[in-house]
């Protein structure tokens, strides 16, 4: 550069801005820092579903079939009051009430009977309630029953997953299953009009599920 003289004091005047190829650089290290984070995001999550599947859905799952194989009675809908409710206040409804007995205690009460845990309470305080967030960032809330089928041509016990979020629904779908197919298989999507393919989770975003069990 040229020095430019004034006054006796001597200065540069520098002009040069950001190459072509700097700018670039750049904006590839944003483009690396930006995948990094929404891969971490996606890392993350999918971890949450598999702690949620591990501790939540098949720890009820094997309390469902220890509990038969103990006892021969089905969890929370047997005809007995080996918890203190009434023969005819059961429903299989875990947070909800069945001829007004609290079915969530009695379902507790039923396996501690017998020696027996339920998974624990987690964050939202209920053994049979759950919370996930989605990749959109909303907080879904979703409960489990233990109910069943006694229609032709299906006849079977279930867990149901109700109010489940869709992509959280098909990752269970894949663990246990193999696959995501909402109709086929032992862990099912199951709206009022009956059992169905996985619903396009930018239309439809939660839903009802359910997990046959053995007995």
Not at 19 to 44: P, R, S, Y
Not at 54 to 72: E, Q
Not at 170 to 198: C, N, Q, S, V
């Amino acid at each position: 550069m040229k020095a430019r003289k004034g006054k006796g004091i001597g200065f540069i005047v520098n002009n040069k801005g950001f190459t072509l190829i700097e700018m670039a650089i750049v904006l590839i290290i944003i483009g690396i820092i930006i995948g990094a984070v929404v891969k971490g995001k996606d890392l993350v999550r999918s971890a949450e579903q598999k702690r949620l599947y591990s501790k939540f859905l098949n720890s009820w799952d094997m309390a469902y079939n220890t509990y038969y194989d103990r006892t021969g009675w089905i969890l929370l809908d047997v005809n007995n009051s080996d918890n203190g409710a009434t023969a005819g206040g059961r429903d299989g409804k875990c947070s909800g009430t069945g001829g007004g007995v609290d079915d969530s205690t009695n379902l507790v009460s039923q396996l501690e009977r017998v020696g027996l845990k339920a998974p624990s309470k987690g964050p939202t305080g209920s053994e049979c309630v759950r919370q996930y967030t989605d990749s959109t960032g909303e907080r879904h809330e979703f409960t489990i029953s233990f109910l069943n089928v006694d229609a032709a041509p299906n006849h079977f016990n279930y867990i149901e997953i109700d109010s489940i979020p869709i992509e959280l629904g098909i990752t269970w779908d894949r663990i246990i299953d193999g696959e995501m197919d909402g109709d086929t298989g032992d862990f099912l999507y199951w709206p009022a009009g009956g059992k169905t393919d996985w619903p396009d989770v930018t239309v439809t975003n939660s839903g009802r599920a359910v997990l046959k069990v053995s007995f």
